[in-house]
């Protein structure tokens, strides 16, 4: 088999965990397969860097800043190889741009144009194990560029995909995913599958575990990721994100998530005219807010009430941008105390009853739902902040996700 491992920042979070790493490594090639690597910087070492820049300029060349950042990747990766060579695997560490990465040129946030296989295959037929600085790459001046924050998860699917791996796994501190943060409910469970669209549905839940971007690549290129903590010795099955298959079907609801980072902006008696959502919605969009629901209801009388919700850390932007609209509404109303519950599972596509079962249990526990909105596979209602965490366990329960 041909196995692609990546290994987070707290996985090489120091010199004993390197070590660790690199017995897990070896022990993989001694199993008989192939084996690449994909290493982060130790963790905080990226931080660390940016405000070594930081310290010299509130606003450093973007080229600069990542041909910085790019050395955490490049310590990891060549201690590791170091560690491997010397309990007697031979193992070779990589660049991006000696492993084949090309990207485009938007530094700090560059996206992967190709990858040349030939490099990382050369080495693996001389029976090396390839260890790759993970986050990085080149442009086509041959310029440094990294993949922003998190971008070892996207480097290790992009390399799955180009050398056709059987699988990807992801190392990292925990070990799966669950059916809802387990903070909250200690009941929850880990999944053994997941779909990349219940995983990009779950991103409150998903976010910490890895890169929504690394997801949908890999979704993209059809790699299967399997998600493993880099610390547990036995019952390490880990979570395996996949395509939807008709067995996930018969599982109703997979997850619960929560999301406290959204705020709530209400335009009552807005005008009711052709043209004024574009207006509204292209000067948020100009000012790169990131508009989640909107619901508007059906006009009355020349006006019509439009509510959307906008990340908290945005509302101070979105106020400004609303000044606009408030000769053109009766009233603005702001709300930063909500919270967004989210239901996800591919099995709402072919039952019924799932929503009515989540309003329910609203109603039960005396929650009022202030917004909902609905996609194929994924129910979310906005309801008050304090009652976040109970509506969480409350759902978890209801659809016996602790079963
Ligand atoms: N070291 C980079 C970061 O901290 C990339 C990564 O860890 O995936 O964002
Ligand atoms: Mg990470």
Same mark, same amino acid.
């Given at each position: 088999m041909l196995v692609v491992q990546k290994y987070g920042g707290t996985s090489v979070g120091d010199l004993d965990r390197i070590q660790n790493v690199a017995n897990k490594v070896a022990k993989t090639a001694k199993e008989g397969n192939d084996v690449v690597v994909i290493v982060s910087a130790m963790s905080g070492e990226t931080n660390k860097l940016l405000d070594y820049a930081r310290h010299f300029s509130k606003n450093p060349p973007q080229r600069e800043v990542d041909l910085l950042v790019s050395s955490g990747e490049r310590v990891t990766s060549a201690l590791l190889s170091i560690a491997l060579n010397e309990m007697g695997y031979p193992a070779i560490a990589m660049t991006g741009r000696q492993a084949g990465i090309k990207t485009d040129? !938007? !530094?700090?946030?560059a996206r992967i *144009?190709?990858? *040349? +296989?030939q490099p990382m295959q050369q080495q693996l037929k001389e029976g090396k194990i390839v260890v790759v600085a993970g986050f990085q790459g080149i442009n086509e001046n041959g310029d440094v560029t990294t993949l922003g924050r998190g971008g070892s998860d996207l480097t290790a699917v992009a390399i799955a995909g180009a050398l056709d791996a059987d699988v990807c796994e992801i190392y990292t501190d925990v070990d799966g995913i669950y059916t809802t943060d387990p903070r909250i409910e200690p009941k929850a469970k880990r999944l053994k599958t997941i779909s990349y669209d219940e995983m990009l549905e779950l991103a409150s839940l998903g976010a910490k575990v890895m890169q929504s971007r690394s997801v949908e690549l890999a979704k993209k290129l059809n790699v299967d990721i399997l998600v493993k903590s880099s610390?547990? %010795?036995? *019952?390490?099955e880990g979570t395996l994100i996949t395509k939807e298959s008709?067995?996930? %079907?018969?599982?109703l609801v997979s997850g619960i998530a929560l999301d406290k980072n959204q705020a709530r902006v209400t335009v009552f &008696?807005? %005008? *009711?005219? +052709? &043209?004024i959502n574009a207006e509204l919605f292209n000067k948020l969009a100009d000012k790169q807010i990131n508009v989640d629901m909107i619901i508007q209801n059906v006009g009355h009388d020349g006006q019509a009430n439009v509510t959307f919700t906008v990340p908290a850390t945005e509302l101070e932007m979105t106020k400004s941008v609303m000044q606009d609209f408030e000769n053109r509404s009766n009233e603005i109303n702001y709300d930063d105390s909500i919270a967004k519950v989210s239901v996800v599972g591919v099995g709402m596509k072919s039952h019924s009853g799932i929503a009515a079962k989540a309003f329910d249990t609203m109603a039960k526990e005396n929650i009022n739902i202030q917004m909902i909105s609905t996609s194929e596979i994924k129910i979310s209602m906005v309801i008050d902040e304090k009652y976040g965490e109970l509506a969480v366990r409350a759902l978890h329960a209801a659809y016996e996700l602790d079963k």
């Open positions: 040129s !938007h !530094h700090t946030k *144009d190709s990858i *040349d +296989p610390f547990k %010795e036995t *019952d390490n008709k067995d996930m %079907e018969k599982v &008696g807005l %005008e *009711d005219k +052709p &043209g």
